[in-house]
């Protein structure tokens, strides 16, 4: 990702009042690791509502606020954050 895109990032995580520092890396971080886990499972933990959730991040909140990021972010800048989630997004479908 361009320094330009991770610059706006960082101004956006200190600049709105729904994120915090590091907001957006965690949600990428989440989201990337929960479409790698096997289907079943993944088919489970969205029939059942996993109770780990709670402690360690909902990983569809995550995707649902790296969409509101992408929003708010330059077009440019947000291709590129888009490039990286729609990478993601192809394993989960």
């Known amino acids: 990702m361009s320094s330009s895109a991770l610059s706006e990032i960082t101004r956006l ?16 971080r989440l989201w990337k690791d929960y479409v790698h886990h096997p289907e079943r499972r993944l088919w489970d933990d969205y029939e059942s509502d996993n109770v780990h959730w709670y402690c360690c991040g909902n990983p569809f909140e995550a995707r649902a606020l790296l969409d509101r990021v992408m929003q708010a972010m330059a077009p440019r800048n947000a291709r590129e954050l888009r490039q990286i989630v729609n990478r993601f997004d192809a394993v989960w479908n």
């Open 13 to 28: 995580e200190r600049t709105r009042n729904y994120l915090r520092p590091g907001d957006v890396s965690a949600a990428v």
